[in-house]
T-cell receptor, first 114, second 112 residues
């Protein structure tokens, strides 16, 4: 079964620290992987999209890496700020013929302590 | 439009009522998805459209759930005879084919 797992479910770090969020997936035959941010009561905001052929993507203080062979992706946040507090979701689009949907993990709830 | 728009943002229904949730995708986006998100969980796939064609409805939990996108733009998710377990946030997303997904703010359904 194709599944996405995010551990830990919650994480608290002091402001200014660098941090890494983890995402693992059970099948390495992926088409792409997308990281989202979700604020309470809001929809999902796309952060980074990594295609299967890519190893990493960067946007500002965010860097996402992809290692298909080990079934892992990480989201690195540099110099964390209180405004980074949110739930971070990882989602995978597998490359099965005809598959378009994303399969989500349950997310990591991040709290940045001022 | 500039982003994916969903309405209503909040809906309270009595058990047994029918509800309809609307999604207006980003202009030009061929693909449209509906997801269901329970509290504290990640979104769960419900159904997918490419233009007006519903290509995957494997995630719809029962035959009380029905989705349509008749002109390949606006989509409606209809839930008949609502049950308490249908209470959730219903998220709509759109994209170019196999592209980056953009989500709306969601419709929060509470069934009493």
């Amino acid at each position: 079964k194709q599944e996405v797992t995010q551990i830990p479910a919650a994480l608290s770090v002091p402001e200014g620290e660098n941090l890494v969020l983890n995402c693992s997936f059970t099948d390495s035959a992926i088409y792409n992987l997308q990281w989202f941010r979700q604020d309470p009561g809001k929809g999902l905001t796309s952060l980074l999209l990594i295609q299967s052929s890519q190893r990493e993507q960067t946007s500002g203080r965010l860097n996402a890496s992809l290692d298909k062979s080990s079934g892992r992706s990480t989201l690195y946040i540099a110099a964390s700020q209180p405004g980074d507090s949110a739930t971070y979701l990882c989602a995978v689009r597998w490359s099965n013929f005809g598959n378009e949907k994303l399969t989500f993990g349950t997310g990591t709830r991040l709290t940045i302590i001022p | 439009g500039a982003g994916v728009s969903q309405s209503p943002r909040y809906k309270v229904a009595k058990r047994g009522q029918d509800v309809a949730l609307r999604c207006d995708p980003i202009s030009g986006h061929v693909s449209l998805f509906w997801y269901q998100q329970a509290l504290g969980q990640g979104p769960e796939f419900l159904t997918y459209f490419q233009n007006e064609a519903q290509l995957d409805k494997s995630g719809l939990p029962s035959d009380r759930f029905f989705a349509e996108r008749p002109e390949g733009s606006v989509s409606t998710l209809k839930i008949q005879r609502t049950q308490q377990e249908d209470s959730a946030v219903y998220l709509c997303a759109s994209s170019l084919v196999a592209g980056e997904l953009f989500f709306g703010e969601g419709s929060r359904l509470t069934v009493l």
